[in-house]
Structure formats: C-alpha cells, structure tokens
C-alpha cells in the first residue's frame, strides 16, 4: 500500500505547480506498477503444445573439480537447472525439493546447481536463462528444450509435476 499525504497552500500559483507535481507522480506511480506486473507476468512459465518452445542457451562452465560442462553435457535426459546462492535463505527449503526430486526419479535426471553469486558463473548463465532472481528453477528436456522456468522458490511440485509429465 502507498500512501501520499499532501498539503495544499492557498498561495495562488503554488497550487497549480503542486496539482502539475501531483499529476507526474501519479503518472510515474502507475507506469511503474503497470511495467512491474507485466515484468512479473511470466514468473512461471511453462512450455505446452500451443506455445512456442524455448531451446536452452548453451553455456560452458567449469565445476568446482575442474571439469568443462555444456549443456550438451546433459542431452539425453532431463535436466534440472537450479540457480542458488550459498547465503539464500529460501533456498534452505528449494535444497530438500531439489533432493526429493533427484530421489524420485534418480539416473533418471541430471541435477545442475550454479551458484549465482560465485565466480563459478564465468559464461553468464543466469543472463542467458533470463534468470533474475536467486533461487530459480529450470526444467529442460533431454532434446535441449526449456520445459519449465520458475523465477524464485518453486518448491518440489511444478519440478516434479514438469518431469513427470516426460516419458523416460
């Protein structure tokens, strides 16, 4: 909620360059709110027959034992990519969805962590993925294509629910 508390002057002159003043901030205020809805629109998107499918940027990173990845690493099975931070608090609860997950459907899956605030991120993933909020989720397919993207906590659900809906 915002609240604005204005005093009027009964000086001539001064009340119409405030109501001008006003006008601009009122003007400002819903651009704002309108451009942050429609921002935090696709939050979660999924991909589905009658949508066009995102294909997953490739990237190359070095792990922290010192192997090269790609995502072409990944081809053949689906692969969960979760962006995190060591300091996140709400990424304490995405870390047992993540080992849910990776418990249900096991070899089945590939797991990929990349912390968004390591020097570990040298090929800019999170800017390649649209990722802008720590403690994201991305579900891609074994052919490359981004099923699921969560911005934010996900949660073990919409992870499992995307994986399931794949046949191994």
Not at 91 to 118: P, R, Y
């Amino acid at each position: 909620m915002i609240v604005v508390i204005a005093v009027m002057t009964t000086e001539k002159g001064r009340s119409s360059r405030f109501r001008s003043i006003r006008v601009i901030f009122f003007l400002f205020l819903f651009v704002f709110v309108f451009a942050t809805g429609v921002a935090n629109a696709h939050l979660v998107k999924y991909a589905s027959s009658d949508s066009s499918i995102d294909k997953a940027s490739d990237f190359n990173l070095k792990t922290l034992d010192g192997k090269q990845i790609t995502i072409a690493s990944f081809k053949g099975k689906p692969t969960v990519i979760w962006f995190m931070a060591a300091w996140c608090p709400s990424c304490i609860g995405q870390t047992d969805a993540i080992k849910k997950v990776k418990s249900e459907f096991g070899d089945n899956i590939n797991i990929l962590v990349i912390d968004m605030w390591s020097l570990v991120d040298t090929d800019r993933v999170t800017i390649k993925y649209g990722i802008t909020e720590v403690d994201s989720t991305v579900v891609v397919d074994a052919n490359g294509n981004i099923l699921l993207k969560h911005l934010g906590p996900s949660g073990y659900q919409p992870i499992k629910d995307t994986i399931s809906k794949l046949s191994f």
